[in-house]
């Protein structure tokens, strides 16, 4: 039996890792659950997972938390309760679903204490991949990526020579813009841009499947988990979101791994890996598909794209810098306050006025953060 603590149980990505504890509970339990502010969806998770402590954003709702519960359980609150309980609770596997810089110092923990972490948190490898690879060898922590295209290459690579790798090939669905000119993007609105054409996720990852920051992020990521230079690495466009990934090999030879746009594929391979176990999801039919197409990016219109791969480019803080920048615009752009096409404009802003340190340790990495949330919320 593993235990599993949820950061982020009530997104897409947490409610679907429930779904599977939920199919496979002789294998699996919950060790704790954490959210932001949702205690109305954490309120049932609680009621039927049972898990002894819970995390929640503040002390104002975790107070709330605490008057609704009808059974036992610890509530904690606050970026102090996540690192408590990644510190401290008993559990094998840490499932990072949270959104954006805050899942960075819980996972920190866990890979100190040795744990596997499935990662679906994109922004604590694109913020902090050198510590984090550091630390993963030094405690014997291994991660399974749950992001659909990293797992895809990680299980393209399972038996495979490192060396023997020519490049990697990240599969993006072009987002609801794929065929609207740049012009175009200064007139789209928040309405048009959550309407994703193939993959259900929360708001912020939606706005950044449309700018394509989304696939900048992962190919940042990609860097860490694969080790691999960025000239290795490459975006392709495939608006079926069948193929989730692909490996070139040096003798030309291409690996793909397969299946319909459902999450919980990638999620029950990194809970179970190295076993697959045996699931109800809906099975791919390949007369049904019919098609598969492939187009190459324009970095020119998806500038975010561009800006991540500049990013890796330089090292040190800027992708910290980037990520944050982006995770500031983006609300902006959701509270209506600028235009989709503003976006990497500010980034780039804070990217130029931002000093970049190089090997930078986990305070650095706070304060950068710091400094480009402040400044892009007031250009």
């Known amino acids: 039996m593993k235990k599993v603590l949820v950061l982020g149980s009530t997104g897409s990505i947490g409610v679907n890792t429930l779904n599977i504890i939920r199919q496979f509970r002789d294998r699996f339990a919950v060790a704790a659950l954490t959210v932001n502010t949702r205690i109305d ?44 309980a990644a510190a401290n609770l008993d559990y094998d596997i840490l499932l990072g679903a949270m959104v954006g810089f805050a899942g960075l110092a819980p996972t920190l923990e866990a890979i100190k204490r040795g744990k596997r972490i499935a990662l679906a948190n994109k922004e604590t490898l694109v913020v902090g991949g050198e510590l984090v690879t550091e630390l993963c060898k030094k405690h014997n922590s291994e991660i399974i990526p749950v992001d659909s295209e990293h797992s895809a290459i990680y299980q393209c690579l399972v038996g495979e020579n490192a060396h023997s790798v020519q490049k990697i090939i990240l599969t993006a669905s072009g987002g609801p813009f794929l065929h609207l000119r740049k012009d175009e993007l200064n007139n789209v609105t928040v309405k048009d ?41 490459e975006v392709i466009i495939h608006p ?12 030309g030879s291409i690996k793909a791994q397969m299946g319909l746009p459902d999450m919980k594929l990638p999620i029950q391979y990194a809970l179970g ?35 991540a791969y500049e990013a890796l480019d330089s090292g040190g803080t800027a992708p910290c810098v980037l990520n944050a920048a982006n995770e500031v615009a983006v609300e902006r752009f959701l509270n209506g ?34 400094l480009a949330r402040e400044l892009t919320a007031q250009l």
């Open 337 to 370: 306050e600028i235009k989709l096409s503003y976006i990497p404009f500010l980034i780039n802003k804070a990217l130029e006025k931002i000093e970049n340190h190089k090997s930078p340790d986990i305070e650095t990495i706070f304060e950068c953060d710091k």
């Open 273 to 307: 890996y190295p076993e697959r176990l045996k699931s109800n999801f809906q099975k791919t039919c390949l007369p049904e598909i019919n098609t598969l197409n492939f187009i190459e990016p324009d970095m020119e219109k998806f500038e975010c794209l561009k800006l």
């Open 193 to 233: 841009a959550l309407n994703h054409p193939t993959w259900k996720m929360g708001n912020k990852v939606t706005i950044d499947s449309a700018s394509m920051m989304n696939k900048g992020l992962e190919v940042i990521e990609a860097h860490w988990l694969f080790s691999l230079p960025k000239e290795k690495i």
């Open 240 to 251: 079926q979101s069948i193929i989730h990934s692909m490996v070139e090999f040096i003798d």
């Open 41 to 84: 969806l954490l309120q049932p998770q609680i009621q039927e997972f049972k898990p002894p402590v819970v995390v929640v954003k503040n002390e104002k709702l975790a107070d709330e938390l605490r008057k609704r519960l009808t059974i036992k359980c610890e509530v904690l609150a606050g970026i102090d309760g996540l690192i408590s």
